[in-house]
């Protein structure tokens, strides 16, 4: 869900960053063609549901700067889904 989420991050203003396309087979051919803004409430709601506090995702990393690495991208990639939409 959260690869989801940040697929449509990466659709909006401040979002390209958010999505290492390398990590993809498809490369950037798993893009969204169009920014959906339509689609930013329906991906915070997914991210809630995958990602609740002290949660399995969030206390199952092993080392502690990854879990840090890991939030700082999450609370990134909210914020920009945020401001898609007010």
Do not use: Y
């Not at 991050?9 to 960053?17: E, H, W």
């Not at 498809?26 to 990602?51: H, M, N, S, W, Y």
């Not at 080392?63 to 609370?75: N, R, S, Y």
């Amino acid at each position: 869900m959260i690869a989801a989420a940040a697929l449509v991050a990466a659709s909006l203003p401040g979002g390209a960053d958010l999505v290492d396309w390398d990590e993809f087979e498809t490369g950037e051919g798993a893009a969204l063609p169009d920014p959906a803004p339509q689609l930013a409430a329906v991906a915070l709601d997914a991210i809630g549901v995958a990602v609740k506090p002290g949660g399995q995702w969030e206390t199952s990393w092993v080392h502690e700067p990854d879990k840090v690495e890991a939030i700082q991208g999450l609370d990134r990639l909210r914020s920009v889904l945020r401001r898609a939409t007010v």
